[in-house]
């Protein structure tokens, strides 16, 4: 990808997004944390749209899969609208219906929808396969929407060609996956060679949520922007859109600048001790992190009340903001070390209760699970009773 040229060298811009799963649920995380997830979604579509205002692009395309359903809660599709309609712009959108998102009797996209009729004038849905919208006189794109969640038609054969004699820079614009990585699946295939066989200049595509180049080096780029917000654990190289640049001088390849516009991070962490789960909690700005920690730790009893101090700070409490924006904590490895646990209790503690912090000792070494569970909490109990009354 490369940095962006000077403008007397460009002769057209555009911003290409895809994949914004408006309305998406995240039902493994609780009720309030879900919610600041899902509303996520809906406040990078103005940073998107900010974006391509200050590059003051010609255009921007919608590559499918904007909204997760295809007829999603008002919340949502009205969200998306009252941010197109506050934009008083002439530079037009193009909303692609995407495989989750597809063109139906009843989704957001069919003419008698509110948010279709909604929408501004500079706002275009496609419609039917082999769309056409002019950009100028010079470029156009051409486009063809999914009419249905998944299917084997390849859309992209579905863009006209090029015809003899039309210089204009050719934008294709599909959802679809491609044939490039392990495990493919074939929803809406996009065979290798598309866009030079139909004759484009530039393949604006939708469905992977990383950031990726298909077919890297060929003359004309067929490019997926991923997720603008990443969606799960795991997904790499989301965050971003794609902001494309074309040459004046139609020998040279169009240009392609990747643009942050993700406010969100996930992480997934181990602690195996206590400085790392220090450390972590030292860590600077994570507001907007997604956290998924994993204790697999045995702390001495001194240390233990610490260990939840630190999760508190992390998560919050009734008496705390949370540090972290999102946080799943899988406790099942947080152990008590109690190897040595009588020498950390006061040495001149009553023998009735060593007594009995012995026996729980040996049931939290020897016992059943259960036992040994047991058995470190009413030991821990003990241990902070002994420590508050010394």
């Known amino acids: 990808m490369s940095d962006a040229p000077g403008d007397s060298d460009v002769a057209l811009t555009l911003l290409h997004?895809?994949?914004?799963?408006?309305?998406?649920?995240?039902?493994?995380?609780?009720?309030?944390?879900?919610?600041?997830?899902?509303?996520?979604?809906?406040?990078?579509?103005?940073?998107?749209?900010?974006?391509?205002e200050s590059r003051n692009v010609d255009a921007v395309l919608c590559a499918g899969d904007l909204f997760d359903e295809p007829a999603p809660a008002q919340l949502w599709w009205g969200g998306v609208l009252k941010e197109f309609q506050r934009r008083h712009w002439q530079r037009p959108v193009v909303l692609l219906p995407g495989n989750h998102d597809p063109l139906t009797s009843n989704s957001i996209y069919h003419q008698a929808h509110p948010f279709r009729r909604g929408l501004p004038r500079y706002v275009h849905v496609v419609d039917e396969p082999g769309w056409e919208l002019p950009l100028g006189d010079n470029a156009v794109v051409v486009a063809s929407p999914c009419t249905s969640a998944a299917g084997d038609t390849r859309l992209v054969e579905s863009l006209p060609k090029r015809e003899a004699g039309d210089e204009r820079i050719r934008i294709g614009l599909v959802h679809g996956q491609t044939f490039d990585i392990d495990g493919h699946q074939t929803n809406f295939p996009i065979p290798r060679g598309s866009a030079a066989e139909r004759g484009l200049d530039y393949l604006a595509i939708g469905d992977t949520h990383a950031f990726r180049e298909v077919e890297p080096g060929a003359s004309a780029p067929t490019i997926y922007p991923g997720a603008p917000e990443a969606t799960s654990f795991g997904e790499k190289d989301t965050g971003n859109v794609a902001v494309v640049f074309f040459p004046l001088d139609r020998r040279r390849r169009p240009l392609v600048h990747r643009e942050a516009v993700g406010a969100w991070k996930w992480r997934e962490e181990i602690c195996h001790s206590m400085p790392e789960l220090r450390a972590l909690a030292d860590e600077g700005e994570l507001s907007k992190t997604v956290l998924r920690l994993t204790l697999n730790m045995a702390v001495p009893m001194g240390e233990y009340d610490e260990a939840e101090r630190l999760l508190a700070s992390l998560g919050g409490s009734l008496a705390a903001t949370p540090r972290v924006g999102v946080l799943n904590v899988n406790r099942e490895g947080l152990r008590l070390m109690t190897e040595d646990a009588i020498a950390q209790f006061n040495a001149d503690m009553p023998d009735v209760l060593r007594a009995t912090a012995q026996r729980l000792q040996t049931l939290a070494q020897d016992g059943d699970p259960q036992q040994k569970e047991h058995a470190e909490r009413a030991l821990h109990h003990l241990y902070r009773l002994v420590q508050d009354a010394a």
Do not use: N
Not at 18 to 30: C, T, Y
Not at 32 to 43: G, K, P, S, W
């Open 17 to 52: 997004t895809a994949d914004w799963h408006l309305g998406r649920r995240f039902p493994a995380f609780e009720r309030e944390q879900e919610t600041r997830l899902t509303r996520a979604r809906l406040e990078v579509v103005g940073r998107i749209l900010d974006v391509a």
